[in-house]
């Protein structure tokens, strides 16, 4: 079982920064960031596998990085010039392997406001 305990998040004007992470216990294949606005669906921010490869959402290039910490089995997301459009609940997505069997865990999500 894996568990995903986030931290950072918060209120920011437009334009600030602020920087999340997530800590995983367990083998990680796949570590990333989704966001939910009200209203809206779940989307993908950013993903990181454990090779280094990642994967950014079109409206985050340039802005945000995601990078880990194998060692530590952390996944950091920074969010520089942040947008209103920003403001969500993010959430932390972990992806392991049992074998061939893939399954995904989430954390409990924390809210990132950006105002404007």
């Known amino acids: 079982q894996v568990q995903l305990v986030e931290s950072g998040g918060g209120l920011v004007q437009a334009g600030g920064v602020l920087r999340l992470s997530c800590a995983a216990s367990?083998?990680?294949?796949?570590l990333g960031w989704y966001r939910q606005a009200p209203g809206k669906q779940r989307e993908l921010v950013a993903s990181?596998?454990?090779?280094?490869?990642?994967n950014y959402a079109d409206s985050v290039k340039g802005r945000f990085t995601i990078s880990r910490d194998n060692a530590k089995n952390t996944v950091y997301l920074q969010m520089n010039s942040l947008k209103p459009e920003d403001t969500a609940v993010y959430y932390c997505?972990?992806?392991?392997?049992?074998?061939?069997?893939?399954?995904?865990?989430w954390g409990q999500g924390t809210q990132v406001t950006v105002s404007s």
């Open positions: 997505n972990a992806l392991s392997f049992s074998g061939l069997r893939p399954y995904e865990y």
């Open positions: 367990g083998s990680i294949f796949r």
């Open positions: 990181i596998t454990s090779g280094g490869s990642t």
